[in-house]
């Protein structure tokens, strides 16, 4: 009996301190609860950087053509004369130096094809003196053409014949030097023509004859042919200086070439250096390099008709110079049938 009760106060002592060895309860984790992100605000729709409007540069505009001939020159001779003028052009505008002319390769047949833009079969030109009572050149040709556009047209030349390339109606202002082919005189053609730049020009046709006249004395390729040409050249810069001090030079188009080339104190058959000619176009639009096109002097009537936006005759033989554009080229024809 004593010795129940001992046990029921001992455990009665030892219960009550039991509770502070019970192991803990297992921690409670909270539940873990999904973060769903607030959406944020909606960005502004992106805007692309718009492209720079291109305002297409116009073309210059072409107000006039001037053509210049300097008589008999070969392509050798530019150099050889140091025709700084001309070479000048060749550098700023595009060139060949192998175009060709026409047979009979002589002054007045050659300037009829290239200022009438046909082949002396259809021009029927193949003489070579004044002769009044042949008449001119048949076809419309160039001065035809500009004339009745209202553009103001003037020939400034060295020899009389060339006279009878284009009726006096087509031509608003003609003046020639030499009535025999001999005269040598190196100012009047440059002061005519000077006058006529004052005057406002569309369409003017300038022909320095004095070296063709050197050539026939002292032969192609002299010393004394070689110097008329370099004081020619000198001319030729002084009507660009001409048209620039008149605000005229950046809406011309300047045209440089020859009627025929030479060889020994004379011309006029099919050696190649009778037939090849430079051919030089230097102006707004042309893209300046050396052609590939071959070049025929009837293709100066067909250019600067081009040039001017007149329309072409369906006879003529030549073609514009469209790589002087920069432009495609199409079929080109062949030159003349001799």
Not at 75 to 101: E, F, H, K, R, W
Not at 144 to 160: Q, S
């Amino acid at each position: 009996m004593i010795r129940r009760l001992l046990y029921l106060i001992l455990l009665m002592i030892f219960l009550p301190s039991c509770g502070s060895f019970a192991p803990p309860p297992p921690p409670t984790i909270a539940p873990t609860q999904s973060v769903i992100p607030s959406p944020s605000s909606t960005p502004p729709p992106a805007t692309e950087t718009p492209s720079p409007t291109i305002t297409p540069t116009p073309l210059p505009s072409v107000e006039r053509v001037l053509i210049v001939t300097f008589d008999g020159l070969r392509p050798d001779a530019i150099a050889a004369a140091n025709m700084v003028n001309v070479m000048t052009l060749m550098q700023t505008g595009a060139y060949t130096l192998s175009a060709q002319t026409i047979m009979p390769s002589t002054t007045l047949p050659a300037h009829a094809s290239m200022l009438v833009g046909t082949c002396p079969a259809k021009h029927i030109v193949r003489w070579n003196e004044y002769v009044p009572q042949n008449g001119f050149a048949l076809g419309t040709d160039i001065f035809d053409l500009a004339h009745a556009a209202g553009l103001r047209t003037a020939m400034v030349v060295g020899k009389e014949k060339l006279r009878q390339v284009t009726e006096p109606a087509s031509t608003d202002y003609f003046e020639f030097v030499d009535k025999t082919d001999k005269i040598e005189d190196s100012t009047t053609v440059l002061r005519l023509a000077l006058t006529q730049i004052n005057e406002g020009f569309g369409l003017m046709f300038v022909h320095f004859a004095e070296s063709d006249i050197e050539g026939h004395k002292h032969g192609w390729m002299s010393r004394a042919q070689l110097g008329v040409y370099e004081r020619e050249d000198k001319g030729l810069g002084l009507l660009i200086q001409a048209l620039k001090d008149k605000g005229m030079y950046e809406s011309t188009m300047i045209i440089v070439t020859s009627d025929h080339g030479g060889h020994d104190t004379t011309h006029g058959t099919d050696l190649p250096e009778d037939m090849t000619i430079p051919w030089i176009i230097s102006g707004p639009r042309i893209a300046p390099g050396e052609l590939s096109t071959q070049v025929y002097t009837m293709d100066s009537a067909a250019t600067t008709a081009f040039t001017l936006g007149l329309p072409l005759p369906p006879e003529w033989d030549g073609v514009p110079v469209y790589e002087a554009f920069g432009m495609p080229v199409g079929e080109q024809p062949e030159g003349c049938q001799q």
